[in-house]
Nanobody, 122 residues
Framework: QVQLVESGGGLVQPGGSLRLSCAAS????????MGWYRQAPGKQRELVAA???????KYAESVKGRFTISRDYAKNTVYLQMNSLKPEDTAVYFC????????????????WGQGTQVTVSS
């Protein structure tokens, strides 16, 4: 049973923009904080941005001022607008859901989706 569908990745030049989308089932989206994460080759998965049910947000220091997370309750979708992309943003990006502490700190999720590849290169 597919519960999260990530999309929107691709190849972009440094300085460019991409918008990632994560569509969730209504039962998940309406009851949980949502987060975007990324994992680069040889590195641990890390929090990129998170958004609570009341739209409080949290960002990794490395993306503050460049990335924006938002959620659309009508579409059960969370977005990650990524601007001023840098080569170091290259990674597989994942979304996930849960209580705020899990989404922002522990990242102890039961499972992960396939993610969407973002490559920033000239």
């Amino acid at each position: 049973q597919v519960q999260l569908v990530e999309s929107g990745g691709g190849l972009v030049q440094p300085g460019g923009s991409l918008r990632l989308s994560c569509a969730a089932s209504r039962s998940i989206f309406s009851l949980n904080a949502m987060g975007w994460y990324r994992q680069a080759p040889g590195k641990q998965r890390e929090l990129v941005a998170a958004i609570s049910l009341s739209t409080i947000t949290k960002y990794a220091e490395s993306v503050k001022g460049r990335f924006t997370i938002s959620r659309d309750y009508a579409k059960n979708t969370v977005y990650l607008q990524m601007n001023s992309l840098k080569p170091e943003d290259t990674a597989v990006y994942f979304c996930n859901y849960g209580p705020w502490a899990v989404v922002t700190t522990t990242l102890l999720f039961g499972s992960w989706g396939q993610g969407t590849q973002v490559t920033v290169s000239s």
